[in-house]
């Protein structure tokens, strides 16, 4: 795949993110779209809304957890960027009409004090680089029709990432046992879903140190100051205007959004 096709899918998924219209998958056409054009395509997605004026704030893994891997027939983790206009604050109110089909994700999200740059990065290095931990929301939104997607489709549309929210407490993880951390979702009132640590990757660390490790092939590094999202403890939950949501993992904290 030529360069030129990879700046004209990036151009055609900016499109369909300023102007709130879902396309077709990527992965339908005849060629497909292998992993490695699709990050190439990522990356053209993600410069066009820093040229626009957004800044890179941190990064986030997505397909982690089993569940959503079931969910979207999608079997091993990617990565996106993180952008300044992404980000919103625990209670603050999200427009829906911001977004596509939207879909939000209970996670923890890491905040680093010292760079991580790959290979080599261990759960051990992960862990001794971050400042805090804390609760937080991805809400996921596919710039992709129906979310009729493949992992070429989600790695080019920046890993399905709309927004996040990150909650107000912040821990140190050293006292922390990461992968036993019990999350609980609520919607209106009601509970939704439920997991634990464990479902990214094995550990929200390991995740992380996979995206360094990842990325480090690439030559980026992950950089003192970001925030990581480290993956979905549970399965991916629809929003919808007038929907509230709560969430609360045990031992770090909570995160609450509205949408309206």
């Known amino acids: 795949m030529t360069s030129t096709l990879h700046a004209e899918l990036g151009d055609t998924l900016y499109r369909a993110w300023r102007e709130r219209t879902p396309i077709a998958p990527f992965s339908a056409r005849a060629d ?38 079931d969910m979207l027939d999608v079997r091993q983790p990617d990565f996106g960027v993180l ?6 604050v625990a209670g ?15 996670e923890i999200a890491f905040y680093l004090k010292q760079d991580l740059r790959g290979p080599g990065v261990t759960r051990e290095a992960v862990l001794a680089a971050t400042e805090s931990v804390g609760a937080c929301f991805e809400i996921v939104d596919s710039r992709i029709r129906d979310w009729a997607i493949r992992i070429g489709d989600t ?12 909650g107000d407490e912040r821990v140190a993880p050293a006292a922390l046992d990461l992968a036993a951390c019990r999350m609980t979702l609520d919607k209106n009132g009601r509970r939704v879903a439920e997991g634990v640590g464990a479902a990214a990757l094995g550990h929200p660390a390991d995740a992380v ?8 092939e690439l030559g980026v590094p992950l950089l003192a100051g970001e925030v990581v999202l480290s993956g979905s403890l549970a399965a991916l939950i629809p929003v919808a205007r007038g929907d509230a949501l709560e969430m609360h993992i045990e031992g770090i904290g909570g995160c609450s959004v509205r949408f309206v």
Request: proline share 3%; with cysteine.
């Open 155 to 166: 790695v080019a549309d920046n890993a399905s990432c709309g927004v996040y929210v990150l």
């Open 92 to 106: 603050e109110e999200i427009a829906i009409d911001t977004l596509i089909q939207p879909r939000a994700e209970g």
């Open 209 to 216: 140190a996979w995206l360094a490790n990842t990325l480090g």
């Open 83 to 88: 952008l300044s206009g992404m980000h919103y």
């Open 32 to 69: 497909g779209l292998p992993i490695a054009d699709a990050y190439q395509v990522q990356q053209h997605f993600v410069a066009r809304r820093i040229e626009a004026g957004e800044t890179i704030v941190g990064k986030k893994i997505g397909v982690t957890s089993k569940v959503v891997q």
